[in-house]
């Protein structure tokens, strides 16, 4: 029984999930499990039709082509065909009825015990001989128990006489409750496993194409891009005003802020569109994709090099830059690889070894930039607090602490989301996994509000730039490595409040 569950759990776990809410086949091919060949077509969470909805199409669904917002929630096979070599096909003559059977078998993954049935020598999917009186099921088909609402739906699709294609009725399936549904093709002849399957599945939701996981992306994205847009206002309001205070690390911070606007929008409109074709057009995720990962890359070399006091303490990185660069192109490269197959490919199809391959670069390049980070900090702040830069000084404890709420922040959050898959192994919480991706969006946005109300522009915010005529930082050089040597005496110390 426990093996049983355990390769329920692999195959509901490597079901397939496509690029869009419409599942393309082409010549796919059939994989042996247990004693059964099954390709998987698709796994999305779906919300039920609505009560009008019900009333009006059915059981069976809407005929033709879904309307984009009728209420109707549906799994609807449209073109299926299933080939089988010539060599079975002639085995047959043109009068010999059906002569090979392909099921269709569609379940929640609650009924996910409904399907097969486990026995002292293994987890048997097909029914034999021995099993019929256990199971009531029909020998050489898919052992399933129904329920009495008739879910687990299962669709026999049948080769005729010599044939070599069989097709499958175009027919809708309408969902009359939320859940996690798995669609299975599943073959139990063994003459049959060099079978292919072409064509297509459409998975529509009450409101549109986009899966259930996803639905809440669009309101999230939408969200987010007017909050980008506000703190956009209100920083280049202030940008705007003060222009002739404005110093070099204010430049830097308003390109995230755009870059921001720009990768949240681009997302928004994404989904929007996935909402209303069923597909997601390679380009425009590709376009969102990239700007995210030249975002995150640049977010983290602000940190970096505001942690390093560039532009406040020091008038320039020296020969530290080019590691701050050759860090950015390896983080850049890395998190893009990562990033380009979790949206643009299908995350469910990897393999656990290709995710640990794409995750831990990333994973260990942003140890780096954090230690870096603090390393910094600590120097930055050892040197102000030499000097007497009481602003300054004040200014970096805020900055350090509240980068330190972030780290904590985000450690407790991986520890959640780890808690959170572990003890969901079959997705059951799949109407909350977007908050596990999206959260990071959210402490991002927090912690550039943060930066941007600490280096805001104000009239006197090149107090908090490097200034050789001020007297401050005379007497001070740069260094390898980026931090500042003394060469005199104590500059005076600094006093006065950003306004």
Not at 165 to 187: D, H, M, P
Not at 265 to 281: E, K, L, Q, V
Not at 312 to 319: D, K, R, S, T
Request: proline content about 3%.
């Amino acid at each position: 029984m426990q093996s049983g569950k355990l390769l329920s759990a692999l195959l509901l776990g490597l079901c397939s999930s496509t690029l869009a809410a419409v599942h393309p086949y082409s010549q796919e091919l059939f994989y042996s499990v247990a004693d059964a060949y099954i390709y998987r077509g698709g796994r999305e969470g779906l919300y039920a039709s609505t009560k009008e909805a019900l009333e009006k199409w059915g059981n069976w669904g809407q005929p033709g082509a879904p309307a984009l917002d009728n209420g109707q929630s549906e799994i609807k096979f449209t073109k299926l065909e299933f080939s089988r070599p010539r060599s079975v096909a002639s085995q047959y003559g043109p009068d010999d009825g059906y002569t090979g059977l392909i099921q269709a078998v569609l379940f929640e993954v609650n009924d996910r015990d409904l399907i097969g049935h486990p026995t002292p020598g293994g987890y048997r999917y097909c029914c034999t001989k021995e099993l019929v009186p256990k199971t009531k099921c029909f020998q050489d088909r898919l052992i399933y128990q129904e329920k009495e609402d008739g879910w687990p739906k299962v669709v026999d699709i049948y080769f005729k006489d010599n044939d070599t294609v069989a097709f499958s009725w175009e027919e809708a399936i309408t969902i009359e409750e939320t859940g996690l549904y798995y669609l299975w093709f599943v073959i139990c002849d063994p003459e049959l496993s060099a079978a292919t399957v072409s064509g297509s599945t459409i998975w529509k939701n009450p409101t549109g194409f986009l899966p259930g996981m996803m639905l809440p992306h669009t309101r999230f994205f939408g969200v987010m891009s007017l909050a980008y847009l506000a703190l956009g206002a209100v920083w280049g309001g202030l940008y705007i005003w003060h222009w002739v205070e404005v110093f070099t690390l204010q430049h830097c911070i308003s390109g995230v802020i755009a870059l921001s606007m720009m990768e949240m929008s681009t997302w928004y409109f994404d989904y929007i569109n996935f909402n209303a074709t069923g597909y997601r057009p390679y380009v425009t995720t590709l376009y969102a994709v990239l700007l995210g990962c030249l975002r995150k890359t640049l977010s983290r070399l602000l940190v970096l090099i505001v942690a390093m006091g560039f532009g406040v303490v020091l008038p320039y990185l020296g020969a530290v830059q080019k590691k701050i660069i050759a860090l950015g192109v390896t983080y850049i490269v890395a998190v893009t690889a990562l990033d380009v197959v979790t949206n643009v490919g299908a995350i469910d199809d990897l393999t656990s070894t290709a995710r640990i391959v794409l995750v831990l670069p990333v994973a260990v390049l942003d140890g780096i930039f954090i230690l870096w980070v603090f390393t910094s900090l600590s120097k930055t702040l050892a040197q102000l607090q030499t000097r007497r830069a009481g602003a300054k000084l004040d200014l970096y404890r805020r900055f350090t602490n509240t980068l330190a709420l972030m780290v904590w922040a985000s450690v407790a959050w991986i520890a959640y989301e780890m808690y959170f898959k572990v003890t969901d192994q079959y997705n059951l919480k799949w109407r909350w996994d977007w908050i596990t991706a999206d959260f990071w969006h959210v402490q991002n946005l927090f912690f550039l509000c943060i930066i941007c109300f600490l280096f805001r522009p104000s009239f006197n915010s090149t107090r908090y730039a490097y200034s050789e005529q001020e007297g401050e930082d005379a007497g001070y050089v740069t260094v390898e490595g980026g931090q500042a040597g003394r060469k005199g005496e104590d500059a005076e110390g600094e006093t006065g409040k950003l306004e």
